[in-house]
């Protein structure tokens, strides 16, 4: 079993920061790629960015590349974003997510068996 546990939220200015973390336990966090995905009111989960398991490869959605950044320090077994020039439409509950399969990575939310409570991200303009 794996917990995924965010925190970080809150509310942020337009052209502000927030940073978000990520704690998980109960496997080999190194193993695995790590994703933070989100969902506005009224829409679908999204994808926001991911990190593979050594961190050389990162992946973003268009929305936020430039702006935002993910990363990871294994020995804490936390992954972080940090969010940057934020916009009002960032404004979403922020979960963060491990996939079932070791040494893949992968942005596809299909795959991701293991998700945090979610973070309630709220920017206002």
């Known amino acids: 079993q794996v917990q995924l546990v965010e925190s970080g939220g809150g509310l942020g200015q337009t052209g502000g920061s927030l940073r978000l973390s990520c704690a998980a336990s109960?496997?080999?966090?190194?193993?695995?790629?790590m994703s933070w995905f989100r969902q506005a009111p009224g829409k679908e989960r999204e994808f926001v960015a991911a990190?593979?398991?050594?961190?050389?490869?990162?992946s973003y959605a268009d929305s936020v590349k430039g702006r935002f950044t993910i990363s990871r320090d294994n020995a804490k077994n936390t992954v972080y974003l940090q969010m940057n020039r934020l916009k009002p439409e960032d404004t979403a509950v922020y979960s963060c997510?491990?996939?079932?399969?070791?040494?893949?990575?992968?942005?596809?939310?299909?795959?991701?068996?293991?998700w945090g409570q979610g973070t309630q991200v709220t920017v206002s303009s």
């Open positions: 997510a491990a996939p079932g399969r070791a040494y893949y990575f992968t942005i596809d939310m299909k795959e991701y068996n293991y």
């Open positions: 109960g496997r080999t966090f190194s193993s695995y790629t």
């Open positions: 990190i593979s398991r050594n961190s050389d490869v990162t």
